[in-house]
């Protein structure tokens, strides 16, 4: 074990940490991630320079449009469902039946213009603050991006002065904050999670807690060895500016993103946020998150629904099992808000797929002209055909480990016995490499699809809790350990105050419509 000063702390904390995540070693499994290349980029060096930052240019970037400025805008091609122009068009309509998730290049994507709507539009000079951020990491950084109500507005701008939360934050960052001084939050990608933070621990030994002395070894294993396999550093100060940052091993993320092992960083994504360097495996990875989303909605949703009802279910999803949402620990408004104010961003992620699918469709007239995307009034009406083939469909096609938690529960509900279920689990093994096969809804899958919908709709749902409670729980229990007691203390004192913020405006709201209701009575 590498050593950084300080070796009796190892035997003060790591008795502590066994005990408090002894449930964790128990009853999840073990998710060391392994340690290889996932491209051919050199990692050797610590300039982020060598990193190429895939944020602009026909390489993982995003594409300006014809005749516009990049001057006060970070701008991306965009249209409306229906439109012949889209760069989705472009994509093989079954880019998702088997993805290859080892490709290397921007060039080995289904099409020069794929996931080109998982980038969102922000303000340049945000953008590029943001991104001086990350040259301030001398720790290769592959892919990253910032997320969260420091980047994207969840309530109306506060009275809270930016000077009270950052020292000394760029002009873009206080004005794109409107006043209201937020943390911002990021994830970084990692190759190699040991090398990382070897470098960071050296750079920034100051954002560690006393687990940094435990050298880069001991972080590394407790990162990708328990919970959901990220090692948060909060409460940091970058540029002048409070950030929090997320560390995750590339293949960690990958594996989320398109088997939802955990939901953890998947349910992050299937929300806008801004990606800063992107990589071409995470972009296939989280354009599969991001379709499976839209799935597992359509599967909860009746035939016909709005934008809001699908865009709120897709948000919802993460934090079904999330026990922070059970404690006062979080704004209970906080999907309705996340809606609310990023209608557009999640109009522009998710339109270009729904326009991919076969079984759904906007049918509304509103949703015809351009300009709709970025009318944050209109609240476009969807249907979906209800045709259990259809739907079966839906069900073969959701994320691996998340469809076997699904199985398991209508194995029981059906009582089929475990020899024909195994069978049946083995002739829909996605790993097997000797089948490449159309992956069409079996009999059982039509089954569970044709159940009723609210037997159906709670059925997902324990298999999304199931999915996310145990990860969420193991990782809020590390985080205590990883940031230390003061910033943890710091952090939970934040998400009450939150909690208490959304229960007031939760008693407003609801007094002013009953105060308007008996005006006009």
Request: charge should be positive; proline fraction near 7%.
């Amino acid at each position: 074990m590498q050593t950084i000063g300080c070796p009796y702390i190892g035997s003060l904390v790591l008795p502590y940490l066994s005990r408090s995540l002894l449930l964790a070693r128990v009853g999840w499994q073990y998710r060391l991630s392994s340690a290889h290349p996932l491209n051919q980029r050199s990692i050797s060096s610590g300039n982020p320079g060598n990193d190429l930052e895939k944020g602009d240019g026909p390489n993982g970037g995003v594409p300006s449009s014809p005749g516009s400025s990049n001057s006060s805008t970070d701008s991306t091609t965009s249209s409306s469902p229906g439109s012949s122009s889209t760069p989705q068009s472009s994509i093989p309509s079954d880019w998702d039946e088997n993805p290859d998730l080892n490709i290397s290049t921007f060039a080995q994507l289904p099409s020069s213009t794929f996931g080109y709507n998982q980038h969102m539009i922000i303000n340049s000079e945000f953008k590029e603050a943001l991104r001086q951020i990350l040259w301030q990491f001398r720790a290769p950084i592959r892919y990253a991006f910032a997320y969260g109500s420091g980047v994207f507005p969840q309530t109306a701008s506060g009275s809270k002065s930016a000077s009270t939360v950052h020292s000394h934050p760029s002009p873009a960052i206080s004005t794109m904050q409107g006043g209201k001084g937020k943390m911002i939050d990021f994830i970084f990608g990692v190759s190699y999670t040991q090398h990382w933070h070897s470098l960071n621990l050296q750079q920034h030994r100051d954002h560690y807690s006393a687990i940094g002395s435990l050298g880069s070894s001991f972080v590394s294993r407790v990162q990708d060895n328990y919970g959901a396999g990220v090692y948060f550093n909060p409460y940091v100060t970058v540029n002048g500016t409070l950030i929090k940052y997320g560390v995750v091993n590339l293949d960690t993320l990958c594996r989320d993103l398109s088997e939802w092992d955990t939901l953890y960083l998947a349910g992050r994504l299937q929300k806008p946020v801004k990606i800063l360097r992107d990589d071409p495996r995470v972009r296939l990875a989280n354009q599969i998150n991001l379709i499976s989303a839209v799935r597992t909605a359509l599967l909860l949703l009746p035939s016909k629904f709005t934008e809001h009802e699908l865009y709120g279910t897709i948000a919802g999803l993460s934090y079904l099992g999330d026990p922070r949402m059970a404690l006062p620990a979080e704004n209970p408004n906080k999907v309705a808000n996340i809606i609310q104010y990023q209608l557009p961003n999640f109009r522009r992620l998710y339109a270009p797929l729904i326009e991919n699918l076969p079984n759904v469709a906007f049918h509304d007239s509103r949703s015809k002209p351009s300009e709709w995307m970025d009318d944050p009034d209109t609240n476009a009406t969807l249907t979906q055909d209800m045709d259990p083939q259809k739907r079966g469909n839906m069900v073969r096609r959701l994320p691996r480990s998340f469809r076997s938690k699904l199985y398991f529960r209508y194995q029981s509900k059906f009582q089929i016995p475990q020899l024909e279920f195994d069978k049946m689990l083995e002739e829909s093994d996605d790993l097997d490499p000797t089948r490449v096969k159309k992956p069409q809804g079996s009999a059982f899958d039509q089954r569970v699809a044709n159940d009723r919908l609210e037997d159906l709709r709670g059925e997902v749902r324990k298999a999304i809790k199931s999915t996310v409670q145990w990860p969420s729980v193991t990782q809020s229990l590390k985080s205590i350990v990883t940031t230390g007691i003061v910033k943890s203390i710091r952090y939970a004192r934040e998400k009450m105050e939150k909690y208490r913020e959304g229960q007031k405006k939760e008693k407003e709201g609801r007094s002013h419509s009953s105060g308007a209701r008996s005006k006009s009575t």
